[in-house]
Each structure stands twice: as structure tokens, then as C-alpha cells.
T-cell receptor
Framework: RKEVEQDPGPFNVPEGATVAFNCTYSNSASQSFFWYRQDCRKEPKLLMS???SGNEDGRFTAQLNRASQYISLLIRDSKLSDSATYLCVVSISNTGNQFYFGTGTSLTVIP | SQTIHQWPATLVQPVGSPLSLECTVE??????LYWYRQAAGRGLQLLFYSVGIGQISSEVPQNLSASRPQDRQFILSSKKLLLSDSGFYLC?????????????FGPGTRLLVL
């Protein structure tokens, strides 16, 4: 069973739309949670960390549900520049500082 | 500020040839270092990680090896490349203070084995 699972998409949404990505993780010892963004043929870059109480950064909102082992990312007022692949990442406390990456969800924002 | 460098940016190698990819980090000391591979259309696969000079942990048995000769230098090698070694190789660093610290990626090396 994969440590992190994401819906691969693709999600094709019009500019200005709200889109939500979901991610589940299998190990209850997971301790840290992140969303990364990866543009085509580029390295992943941190979008935001995910805190237990949920957190917001501009148009982006991340939520964590430890009981359901579920993480989400909400993007409001989508921009063309939001087109990318979004990677869900967890760090598991009993495996040192290893990160486990989902395969990513592809988003294309259409004019 | 911290920066991470990888080279070369792209590489085309014949099957059976050797490989050496280098990663260096600037602006930090005692980082954790990681090598990942991303095959076309697939997720990131952790290959090796290192918590200090000469300390290498391997996650996936294969024909690749890694070395850390200096604190901020991480090298990925192979004696004989396979077709299946093609992919996007990413080096990442992380501060060692806690597992809550983000990993930061270098620009990657795109390897094509023919």
C-alpha cells in the first residue's frame, strides 16, 4: 500500500474557479505534512506546510484531518499561473526525516 | 541564504556507461541530503539519504550508489547504466533540527539512457 495517495486528475478548470485536491496517507505515525508544487520539467517547490488547525496563505487553504488521515488543498480564484502538478507530502516520525511523496495531481487553469 | 546546485542539467548516456551526478549545498551546515528519481509520469522515488559525511542509507536496491565525501557534497554514481535508469534525478537538502523541516530541491538532472 502506498504511503500517500492522490487523485492524479487532470483537473481542468476555468480562471476564477475554486478547486480542491485531496490526499490520504496510510501511516498514523505521520508527523509533518506539506504541499509542493511542480511545474513541467522543473523541481518541486514548497507551496505550504499543513498545520493541524488548518492554515491559509492568500488564495490557498490547507486542511489536515488526523482522524481520517486526510489532507486537502483548496485554491480559490484560480489563475493561469496556478497550472502545475501539486504533490502531497508526509514525513513519518519513525523513519528519520524521510519524506513520502504522492504521485501528484495535475491542474490546468483555462483562460 | 541557502542554495543547492546540481550538474549536469541534462545527460544522454549509452547503456553500460558509468554515471556521476553531483550535488552541492551552500549556506548551511550539517544538512540531511537526499537523492530522488522521478520517472516520466511517476512520483518521486527516494534512492538514498545521508545524515552526515560517509553515512549513506539506501532505500531501493539497484545498480546505483551514493557517496558523501564532504558535508555539503552528495554524489550519485553508477558503474553500468541500464535503460531503466532514465529519469529526472533530484537532490534535496533539509536542516537536521527536526522532522518538521522542509526539504528543498535542486534544479535536477535529466538523464536519458539509450
Amino acid at each position: 500500500r502506498k504511503e500517500v495517495e492522490q487523485d492524479p486528475g487532470p483537473f481542468n478548470v476555468p480562471e476564477g474557479a475554486t478547486v480542491a485536491f485531496n490526499c490520504t496517507y496510510s501511516n498514523s505515525a505521520s508527523q509533518s505534512f506539506f504541499w509542493y508544487r511542480q511545474d513541467c520539467r522543473k523541481e518541486p517547490k514548497l507551496l505550504m506546510s499543513v498545520y493541524s488547525s488548518g492554515n491559509e496563505d492568500g488564495r490557498f487553504t490547507a486542511q489536515l484531518n488526523r482522524a481520517s488521515q486526510y489532507i486537502s488543498l483548496l485554491i480559490r480564484d484560480s489563475k493561469l499561473s496556478d497550472s502545475a502538478t501539486y504533490l502531497c507530502v508526509v514525513s513519518i516520525s519513525n523513519t528519520g526525516n524521510q519524506f513520502y511523496f504522492g504521485t501528484g495531481t495535475s491542474l490546468t487553469v483555462i483562460p | 541564504s541557502q542554495t543547492i546546485h546540481q550538474w549536469p542539467a541534462t545527460l544522454v548516456q549509452p547503456v553500460g556507461s558509468p554515471l556521476s551526478l553531483e550535488c552541492t549545498v551552500e549556506g548551511t551546515s550539517n544538512p540531511n541530503l537526499y537523492w530522488y528519481r522521478q520517472a516520466a509520469g511517476r512520483g518521486l522515488q527516494l534512492l538514498f539519504y545521508s545524515v552526515g559525511i560517509g553515512q549513506i542509507s539506501s532505500e531501493v536496491p539497484q545498480n546505483l550508489s551514493a557517496s558523501r565525501p564532504q558535508d555539503r557534497q552528495f554524489i550519485l554514481s553508477s558503474k553500468k547504466l541500464l535503460l531503466s535508469d532514465s529519469g529526472f534525478y533530484l537532490c534535496a537538502w533539509q536542516t537536521r533540527t527536526s522532522s518538521w523541516e522542509t526539504q528543498y530541491f535542486g534544479p535536477g538532472t535529466r538523464l536519458l539512457v539509450l
